[in-house]
């Protein structure tokens, strides 16, 4: 299955805001709003910081929002912070085929 | 709390098979739709099958049909991941998950499956 598209790397200063992007096709993120995000960090399971496009679960911090415009999804993480370094990942439902799929990933860096 | 231990991985031959198991804990397991999910280590998410909360339910990503099956045992809070006809590219860290709106709130923390000769 096509993977959704992820930039490979995004990197920003402390407290400043990265945007990471998530494009796929009008038969999942075009079409469904059951896009969510994920973080890694490295040895660690992955962590579910948004889903249904903007909704953070209870616990995770207001630093980070989602958007959804067309085909692409978007993250933003903002008041960049050094714990925020790890891989993030997008993941779309789809209608038809494999239901689910996952960003090909974006490692973000903290400088 | 949510628990989800997989286990089960190990080093299996190509060609052979292996069976992992989730054991669920702190929530109501027959309640949740369950998915297995893998990563090749320094790689990316792969979606693998979920399976509704009576199992009644089953789906599989279309490269895993046919030679990996879904199953639970909702009396064991259990979900497990039968996987034939293994191939070098079978190997990473699989993954369960409780699933809600087609999202995937709680994961274990993976069991590694190494297919090698």
């Known amino acids: 299955q096509s993977a959704l598209t992820q930039p490979a790397s995004v990197s920003g200063s402390p407290g400043q805001s990265i945007t990471i992007s998530c494009t796929g096709t009008k038969s999942d993120i075009g079409n469904y709003n059951y896009v969510s995000w994920y973080q890694q960090h490295p040895g660690a399971a992955p962590k579910l910081i948004i889903s249904e496009v903007s909704n953070r679960p209870s616990g995770v911090s207001d630093r980070f929002s989602g958007s959804k415009s067309g085909n692409t999804a978007s993250l933003t993480i903002s008041g960049l912070q050094a714990e925020d370094e790890a891989d993030y990942y997008c993941?779309?439902?789809?209608?038809?085929?494999?239901?689910?799929?996952f960003g090909t990933g974006t490692k973000v860096t903290v400088l | 709390q949510v628990q989800l231990v997989e286990s089960g991985g190990g080093l299996v031959k190509p060609g052979g098979s292996l069976r992992l198991s989730c054991a669920a804990s702190?929530?109501?397991?027959?309640?949740?739709?369950m998915s297995w999910i893998r990563q090749v280590p320094g790689k990316g998410l792969e979606w693998i099958s979920f399976?509704?909360?009576?199992?009644?339910?089953?789906d599989y990503a279309d490269s895993m049909k046919g030679r990996f099956t879904i199953s639970r045992d909702n009396s064991k809070n259990s979900l497990y991941l039968e996987m034939n006809s293994l191939r070098v590219e079978d190997t990473a860290v699989y993954y369960c998950a409780r699933m809600r709106y087609r999202n995937f709130p709680y994961w274990g923390q993976g069991t590694l499956v190494t297919v090698s000769s």
């Open positions: 993941s779309s439902y789809r209608s038809s085929g494999t239901l689910y799929v």
């Open positions: 399976i509704s909360n009576n199992g009644n339910t089953i």
């Open positions: 702190g929530f109501t397991f027959s309640d949740f739709y």
